[in-house]
């Protein structure tokens, strides 16, 4: 019998970026075949290409917000349907190679996200340091534990998670050097087709463009939404890149595009408001969402059994008089 061939994912590498290591936190995807390629732009267009099965990417940051390379792809340039999202802890670290000490440090390297995300400790410990832009944490890791490479000397660290470290020999100056504890990045799973079925604690994401740029036009698109109770987890604007001016608008909404709610929605939006980008129906990530799942799905056992209870007495009434 001829095996299955493994899935395979695409992410941006080099190993070791943060990326990877929400991806491998999927025991699905652990299982896949891995692909790493060098770009977020690489990514999406080799799914789109059906060169890789999903596309695994950063989407939206807790301090820095949306990742913009890869939302205005999915929005403007692609068809691709996310499938899933993970949620990860963001721990950056400041690291170098052996012998190098933090006075010695004149120039930082990293994703310009991740630098972004450490203006303060840059600022207090580093202040006279040139940040050099690298494709990704674990890009910048690798250049300066590279031996030859322009970055591989006594005057370059690397901002990059502690996976890096181990990876590319270097050895951690600062632990924890982000500016905000609590951040985390929203990671997406996308592919060409396909819609997840419904989990009872799912999130849709579309787009809408205007029909027309007139006084209350955003508010007729929100009110279909406040209409229906369904609650809104994001909300955002992005300039279409046709005319000054001209924006369309991203929402992030909970529950599925099977909920008959959600698509009454999305038809009257369509029909009556905006033209509709649909990017999919996909469970929501978070430490509740197993355990709101398994809620949900014992309050559906239980009204279908009340249901059936009821059904079950159809043409057994009493005898009329």
Known sequence: MVGTAPLRIGFLGPTGTFTEEALLTQADYARAELVELASLAEVLDATGRGDIDLGFLPIENAIEGTVRDTLDSLVFESDLLIQREVELDIHLHLMARPGCSLDDVREVASMPVATAQCRKFLAATLPKATLVATTSTAEAARRVG?????LASGATAAIAPRLAADLYGLHILAEDVEDHPGNKT??????????PTPTGHDRTTIVCFQHADRPGS???IVGQFA?????LTKVESRPTKRALGDYCFVFDLDGHVADEVVADCLRALHAEQAD???LGSYPAAGEAG???RREVGAAWRE???WMDG???????GGSSR
């Open 146 to 150: 590279t031996e030859g490479d322009a």
């Open 186 to 195: 929203r990671f997406v799973a996308v592919a060409t087709r396909g819609v």
């Open 218 to 220: 955003l508010h007729g």
């Open 227 to 231: 209409a229906r109770n369904i609650n």
């Open 276 to 278: 509709v980008k649909f």
């Open 290 to 292: 197993p355990a709101r």
């Open 303 to 305: 009204a279908e059994a």
């Open 310 to 316: 009821i059904r079950s007495q159809i043409g057994h």
